[in-house]
């Protein structure tokens, strides 16, 4: 092996003195963005590119620092199995316990993957008006592009607040070094970005699977507009969201076999073929700690999943169901053996696997039920009767079991509209964003922090283990995340959040 490294090096050199030019020359396997960003199949590649850090950014590997940390695990939905043998994960239980730094991997997963996705768009975009092929084509990479652009800025702002707002590639280093841009802006470019998304996609019939149609940019406009409680323009948008409906079965939801259905609106894409390197993994992160998954039915034997336990359901999350309803059973299993006696897990990610640990389940990020309980919301908050109408077309549906609300009150209504939020929409990173603009994050987990230090071990803390004395003293700095520390670093102009 040493004999051929040193005359692959010999034959650099020699090419070398051998041409005056040799450094110049890009590799053979390098395209130049000059001479890249010109055809339609160019465009696509670059698309089908700006997706791929999705996956970073909701998980890939074991033990990872997907989304579901901070927007899931952070919240009263889950917390986490304390891993007595194997204290490497740690930091990941930070997150829960409200003890998290600006060096933490959540945060960094979060903030380089939506930077990456932003500067993918950005190079689509500052090409595109420019190439020369069919212009229908063009309107559907442009409002892709504008569209991941608009989500990676909302993922950011939500949980960072003030970053910088980069609308154009850097075309030298001092170009990287820009400053935090206030919040409302932020929020006026997304607006801007969702909006012209939203007129330039096809609608779902018309859109490739797994791309996404103008019904995606409608859902994060009013996403948006839910968050800054514009309360009409919310309505307006999500009543554009059209040509998707309510899957029959909700467990149908999350089998691979139904991958992009009627309901989904925007989900990540995994593939567990295996040299697509694009599987997923968080079925077997949520797992009780195991020595043989094998022993959840679909999950093949022989390995162990000891980096496993996170994203454990809650006491308060099983105990939000109402009785009958069908959404718990389909949501949350439990486990009895290898020491654990009825330890819950969720099931709605479970589907099996056929080589251990990648799984080929998607993650959902927009389903149409999140719509019409958008639209519950936004009603409700104008005094609009229809509120009611919207929020049973998911409480009562036939796969909820569930009968009709029949409760019209306005302030009873908003809370019934968020705990179906809840269990609707549970694992699926909702529950955190939704305290936190309700303005109930600090009272919600000081409580649940307190129930946790009372009682270890009904949280899944091992006899004789509590919680640091310093977890759990959840206060106002903790509505927003800190900026990496590696950013603090390169960026002499960031400020970092206050507390951290």
């Known amino acids: 092996m040493k004999i051929k490294i040193l005359i692959a090096v010999s034959v650099l050199m020699l090419s070398a003195s051998c041409s005056e030019d040799f450094l110049d020359k890009l590799p053979e396997t390098v395209v130049s963005a000059e001479n890249f960003y010109k055809t339609e199949t160019d465009f696509k590649l670059a698309t ?29 939905n889950t917390v986490f199995i304390y891993n007595y043998n194997n204290r490497g994960y740690a930091d990941r239980e930070y997150v829960d316990q409200f003890i998290d730094d600006s ?34 084509k063009k309107n559907n990479y442009k409002g892709q592009a504008l569209f991941l652009r608009a989500f990676a800025y909302f993922d950011l702002v939500n949980y960072f607040g003030s970053v910088p707002l980069t609308l154009v590639p850097p075309t030298s280093y001092g170009e990287t070094i820009t400053p935090q841009s206030p919040v409302e802006d932020i929020y006026k470019q997304i607006i801007a970005d969702a909006t012209e998304a939203a007129s330039l996609l096809p ?10 149609a103008n019904g995606a940019a409608y859902t994060l406009l009013g996403n948006v507009h839910i968050t800054l409680k514009q309360w009409p323009e919310a309505e307006a948008a999500l009543l554009k969201v059209q040509g998707y409906s309510l899957l029959g079965d909700y467990a149908a939801l999350y089998d691979p076999a139904n991958k992009n259905n009627a309901e989904s609106i925007f989900e990540i894409q995994y593939l567990d073929e295996p040299t697509a390197n694009a599987a997923s993994n968080f079925a077997y992160n949520f797992l009780p700690i195991l020595a043989d998954p094998g022993v959840i039915p679909g999950f093949p034997s022989g390995s162990s999943n000891t980096y496993a336990g996170w994203n454990t359901p809650s006491p308060e999350l099983i105990a939000a169901y109402q009785p009958g309803d069908l959404r718990k059973a389909k949501s949350i299993a439990f486990y009895t053996g290898e020491g654990y006696n009825n330890i819950p897990y969720i099931k709605k990610y479970v589907t099996g696997a056929a080589i251990a640990p990648n799984t080929n389940n998607d993650w959902p990020v927009y389903r149409y039920a999140e719509v019409l309980l958008f639209l519950a919301e936004a009603m409700n908050e104008q005094g609009k009767p229809q509120a009611l109408t919207y929020l049973n077309q998911v409480h009562a549906n036939p796969r909820t079991g569930l009968t009709p609300i029949t409760i019209s009150d306005q302030t009873q209504l908003r809370d019934l509209i968020q705990e179906e939020r809840r269990i609707e929409l549970a694992f699926e990173n909702k529950r955190w964003l939704d305290l936190v603009r309700t303005g109930k994050a600090i009272q919600v987990l000081k409580a649940q922090g307190e129930n946790i230090k009372a009682n270890p071990q009904k949280y899944y803390y091992p006899v004789n283990i509590t919680p640091p004395a310093s977890s759990y003293n959840v206060s106002e700095k903790h509505l927003l995340f800190p900026i990496p520390e590696r950013e603090i670093r390169l960026n002499p102009s960031f400020k970092q959040n206050t507390g951290y």
Do not use: C, H
């Not at 609608?203 to 996404?212: E, L, P, R």
């Open 203 to 212: 609608t779902k019939a018309s859109q490739d699977a797994g791309f996404v």
């Open 48 to 76: 089908v590119g700006m997706y791929v850090p999705l996956r970073n950014l909701y998980g890939t590997g074991l033990a990872d620092f997907g989304a579901w940390a901070m927007g899931e695990m952070r919240s009263d």
């Open 103 to 136: 060096n933490g991997g959540g945060v960094s997963n979060k903030y380089q993957n939506d930077y990456i996705i932003i500067g993918r768009a950005n190079q689509i975009l500052s090409k595109i008006d420019a190439a020369d092929f069919d212009q229908t």
